[in-house]
């Protein structure tokens, strides 16, 4: 169902019907719609979040649950700053899931989503804040990407979307439900 409110939504958006919505895919599976609007797509669980943006890139990422990651399997997605800080620090199970949501949000608007490596961007353990944009920057074949995240207030889930560039003009995000059509 998230792949038809997909559909359903981008149509919205382009003023076509869902079945005229065309998609094209990058090197890394990433699909897009040429000339725009930029989109992601993230879900779990029952519930399911779509970002669309005109002008840059996003990502967004979502999780209802625990963090599915062991803690070795997390030494590998921490870049160096973020493993001395857990060093530093006792971090809850709920850190380590916003961090991740945070990293997966960075990284789809990268456009690689995990195939690029996760530990080669910082995102850091800072308090949830759902009111400003925090820039991040990550390296990719030696070039240096300026995005900004934010986290999102989504009921028990955890939810951060991330825009490669600047920040959006002042404003809200817009939050819209979507009701799936009648089969």
Avoid: Q
Wanted: include cysteine; charged fraction near 25%; glycine fraction near 6%.
């Amino acid at each position: 169902m998230a792949h038809v409110a997909l559909r359903s939504v981008l149509s919205s958006y382009l003023k076509r019907t869902p079945s005229e919505v065309s998609f094209i895919v990058n090197a890394w599976g990433k699909p897009s719609i040429p000339g725009g609007p930029h989109f992601s797509l993230a879900h779990s669980d029952d519930l399911a979040v779509i970002a669309v943006d005109f002008e840059h890139e996003i990502g967004v990422d979502l999780e209802t649950g625990p963090l599915a990651l062991s803690s070795d399997e997390m030494a590998h997605v921490l870049s160096p700053d973020e493993l001395a800080e857990r060093r530093e620090r006792d971090l809850t199970a709920a850190d380590l899931l916003r961090l991740w949501v945070r990293k997966e949000a960075v990284l789809k608007a990268l456009g690689k989503g995990v195939a690029h490596d996760p530990s080669r961007i910082t995102v850091g353990f800072p308090a949830a804040d759902f009111e400003r944009w925090r820039p991040v920057c990550a390296v990719d074949d030696g070039v240096r990407h300026v995005f900004h995240r934010l986290d999102v207030r989504l009921g028990d889930a955890t939810c951060a979307v991330a825009r490669r560039d600047r920040p959006p003009p002042a404003g809200p995000i817009a939050f819209r439900n979507w009701i799936p059509p009648a089969l």
